[in-house]
Each structure stands twice: as structure tokens, then as C-alpha cells.
């Protein structure tokens, strides 16, 4: 395996699928994950997780509903934590151990961040799955990644979504757009292209933390990704 431990970053609204059900948690979506996860856990590699929480809620809707920005960032790390718990309960029905830590004190239902903790959960073989953001409201789940990632000493943040790259444009509203296999980091930014927001780009920029951005939903991918194959885009 090219890298030996990863943070890979997960998008809430993934886990809807294209059912939509009620619960906003589509279990074929979760069994997928859980398959892929488990894949690159049986060849040794350490796995933290960051997943977001936009498929129940997410801060930037708070002004629509005449929420307080700060309450409604509070809102969004909470529901961080609840598809947290959902991956976690469905990674361990494979049988993999996990440990879900939280930037939020919630003592009942995970452990609070501590990154020492951490670091030694990664080392025997547990999952680390980190819930509630940073702790602090005006913070995304992709800053929450990039820390994270730099705090565990992981070797590359893997960015999960639905295309398998960073392309000129969007890929799925023009066709003709084409698809990066690599970019410094330089270029991204003089590109503008919407990989991170800003202050999660710049976390890894600093700290020469690789990203790569690849379709999670497509079956062996994160496998190929972890073993250095060309799956997706490479900014470095």
C-alpha cells in the first residue's frame, strides 16, 4: 500500500442514495462504504474518517430558517455526529472496531477528541471515525478533515464524492469538461478550482499534505486510491 494511514473525508449527503428514504440514511449506501473501508483495513491500512452531515442538517440552511449562523453551525456538527454513530454501528456489524471521537463533549455516546488518544487508536487498528466538527462554529467538515489529518500525522486526505476527479468545470452540467490527473497546489489555487474551501486548502498547502478527490461510489476505488493507483485527481 502507497499510503499506510488516511483521512478519509465522506459527504453527508452520499449517505441519502437515490432513495431519499425518511431516516435521510440509505443502508446500501452504508453497506457500500463499509465494504470498500473494510477492503483497504484487511491490508493493514490505518483509517480515520470525517464524515459530513448535510443529508439532516447543514449550517449555511440556518439563515432560511431564521436561525442564528453560530446556533445552526452547532446544528450541523450534531448531525456530523449522528451519521457518525450510523457508520460506526455498521462498520463494527462487519467486524472492524471503532472508536468515534468528538470535538463536542458527548460522553454517553463517544469519546472527546484527545489526540494522543487518537494517534493510538489509529495504531491498534482501530477506525477512528471524528464527529462534531472542530467544536467550533464557522469551521466545515473539509477544515475538520485537513486538521484532523494533520493532527494524526495521516499520509493524504481522500476526498470522497460523487466524480472521479477535479475537472475544469462541472462534469455534470458541461460534458465537454476535462479531468485533471494531477495539480500542485499552486495551480488549484491560481485555477480557483473548488476543491476545499479556503482554509482547508490552505491547512494542507502548509503542511504538504497530498489530496486526492476520486468517486467514492464507484466499487474498488478507495483500494485503488490507497495503493497508489490513478483513481482520481492528485493535488500535491
Known amino acids: 500500500m502507497k499510503y499506510k494511514r488516511i483521512l478519509l473525508k465522506l459527504s453527508g449527503e452520499a449517505l441519502q442514495g437515490s432513495s431519499k428514504n425518511t431516516t435521510n440514511i440509505d443502508p446500501a449506501v452504508l453497506e457500500q462504504y463499509c465494504d470498500e473501508i473494510k477492503g483497504i483495513k484487511e491490508k493493514g491500512v490505518e483509517i480515520a474518517i470525517v464524515i459530513g452531515g448535510g443529508n439532516i442538517f447543514r449550517g449555511g440552511q440556518a439563515e432560511a430558517l431564521g436561525i442564528d449562523r453560530v446556533q445552526g453551525d452547532y446544528m450541523g456538527m450534531l448531525a456530523t455526529v449522528i451519521n457518525g454513530m450510523a457508520l460506526q454501528s455498521a462498520l463494527e456489524r462487519h467486524g472492524m472496531y471503532t472508536r468515534l471521537m468528538a470535538g463536542i463533549k458527548m460522553e ?21 471515525i471524528f464527529g462534531a466538527g472542530i467544536g467550533n ?8 478533515a485537513s486538521l484532523r489529518a494533520i493532527e494524526t500525522q495521516s499520509n493524504v486526505v481522500l476526498k470522497g464524492t460523487r466524480v472521479d476527479g477535479v475537472y475544469t468545470a462541472d462534469p455534470e452540467k458541461f460534458p465537454d469538461a476535462k479531468r485533471y490527473s494531477k495539480l500542485s497546489f499552486q495551480e488549484a489555487y491560481e485555477k480557483n478550482l473548488n476543491i476545499m474551501d479556503m482554509t482547508a486548502f490552505t491547512l494542507c498547502m502548509e503542511n504538504k499534505l497530498p489530496i486526492i478527490v476520486f468517486d467514492m461510489n464507484k466499487r474498488g476505488n478507495l483500494l485503488r486510491v490507497v495503493n497508489g493507483e490513478e483513481a482520481g485527481t492528485l493535488i500535491s
Open 108 to 128: 454517553q455516546v463517544c469519546e472527546p477528541f484527545i489526540r494522543r488518544r487518537a494517534i493510538r487508536h489509529l495504531e491498534k487498528g482501530r477506525i477512528v
Open 137 to 144: 462554529p464557522y469551521f466545515t467538515t473539509d477544515s475538520t
